[in-house]
């Protein structure tokens, strides 16, 4: 089904939501500062933990990253200005998790600036695909760079991704020119629009954009419409605050209850109004799990939920169900721009998967 991307002007900030018919997949609102992932900051080296093997570094202002030197090239020193870029944003009382490993993400490759090295996404299977794609990173990456190519990479011409490392190499020399003109630590470079970020990871999907404001979006391939209310239309603040509460209801009846901790996110999956047919008890409770599956792949991407996750479904007596139920949960995944890794049933019983954060 072909999606549609909503974009709302309120209070002076820009709302964008991400609609696949009915269904609510992705949301996120202008911020206004504070730490993101992706963005890129001079750093310096504040307070070095050697029992930790790690550094804290001051950000400008008040906001200070965790840098472990495994994230490093070479160990900073007390005082020492760096290049670092955001891998996790803050949370709770956690600093921000740092890297000095720069990659600048484009909608083919993937810029490594500050290493040489060539790589190809793990979602590319086919052998031959691959062996043309590393041929080609090889052949195009900037001098004394490297480039990682993403899945969409495998359907691309090759000037297509010849044109985006460019666009990547030209963006990280604005990061040197903006670096030189500094010295205390501040902002190199921020997130990327979200809007140009949406319509990358979501190319060749996008039926249309409804926007209240149709004159400030202009360059991009797919039909723009406008509308006073897009959010209204599509109901998303409903749908919004119905995703975001700790309960969340699914069609059949059962329901999900969400957790979040500092270690990691919690989600319980419960039958709740439930019953199921006369097929039997093991049939009853893969129905529920598969809409549940189904489900927390969607809840995942638009919490933003990253780190350690443990799903506890219903239980089922048959490796045959759990099986089902790892398969729908990694499908549904597909859809996620952001890297998510079912490790499998524990076993407790438990689905154990990790996501990176930062969408």
Known sequence: M???????????????ALMD?????????????GIAAEQIYLGRADRIVKGMEAAFVKLGG??????????????????????????????G?????????????GRFVLLTPLTRRFAVSKKIEDEETRSRLSDLASRIAP???????RTESAEAEENAIAEDAAILEAAWKDVLQRRAQITEPGLLKGREDALVRLLRDEHGQIESILTDRPEEISGVSVPVQSCPNPFDLYNVPAKLEKSLNRKVW?????????????????IDVNSGKFTGNKSGTENTFLKLNLEAAREI??????????????????????????EAVRNALEEALKDDPVKAVVHGFTSLGLVEMTRKKGQ
């Open 250 to 266: 699914l069609d059949c009846g059962g329901y999900l209850v969400i957790d979040p901790t500092e270690a990691m996110t919690v």
């Open 143 to 149: 001098e004394g760079m490297g480039l990682v190519m």
């Open 93 to 105: 009382e956690k600093a921000a998790y740092l890297t000095m490993d720069i990659a600048l993400a």
């Open 62 to 91: 008040e906001m200070v990253g965790f840098l472990p030197f495994s994230e490093c090239r070479e160990k900073p020193r007390s005082g020492d200005r760096i290049i670092v870029q955001v891998k996790k944003p803050p949370v």
């Open 21 to 33: 018919g009915k269904r609510l997949l992705y949301f996120s609102h202008d911020e206004g500062g």
């Open 297 to 322: 792949a969607r809840l995942l991407r638009l919490r933003n939920i990253g780190g350690i996750i443990i799903i506890d479904f219903v239980d089922m007596q048959t490796e045959e169900s759990r």
């Open 2 to 16: 072909s999606k549609t991307i909503l974009i709302r002007h309120e209070a002076g900030k820009r709302e964008i």
